[in-house]
Nanobody, 121 residues
Framework: QVQLVESGGGLVQAGGSLRLSCAAS????????MGWYRQGPGKQRELVAA???????YYPDSVKGRFTISRDSAKNTVYLQMNSLKPEDTAVYYC???????????????WGQGTQVTVSS
């Protein structure tokens, strides 16, 4: 079993910054892709950053140049640095990890519990 614990959300003024963290613990042999999603009020959940095991990153245009995803493999932790925040970035942010629990297992997907980010104008 794998547990994900998110932290770092909060209230910030427009133009400010926040860094989200997502720490994974439990049975982890390897972490493949990592991602951050968000779900704003009345909206569908959307991908805002992705990081593959070979270091490839993806960002949608809405956050490109403002958000940065990174990982600390030794700590099984993924981060999302968010700069130049806008009111439209207000949402609950979720991390998602594709985890291989052991060398014989298939990849399983785990989600964090979500952390609220509110950007005031």
């Amino acid at each position: 079993q794998v547990q994900l614990v998110e932290s770092g959300g909060g209230l910030v003024q427009a133009g400010g910054s926040l860094r989200l963290s997502c720490a994974a613990s439990g049975s982890i042999f390897r972490i493949n892709a990592m991602g951050w999603y968000r779900q704003g009020p009345g909206k569908q959940r959307e991908l805002v950053a992705a990081l593959t095991s070979d270091g490839t990153t993806y960002y949608p245009d809405s956050v490109k140049g403002r958000f940065t995803i990174s990982r600390d493999s030794a700590k099984n932790t993924v981060y999302l640095q968010m700069n130049s925040l806008k009111p439209e970035d207000t949402a609950v942010y979720y991390c998602k990890l594709d985890v291989v629990p052991n060398r014989w297992a298939l990849t399983a997907v785990y989600w964090g519990q979500g952390t609220q980010v509110t950007v005031s104008s």
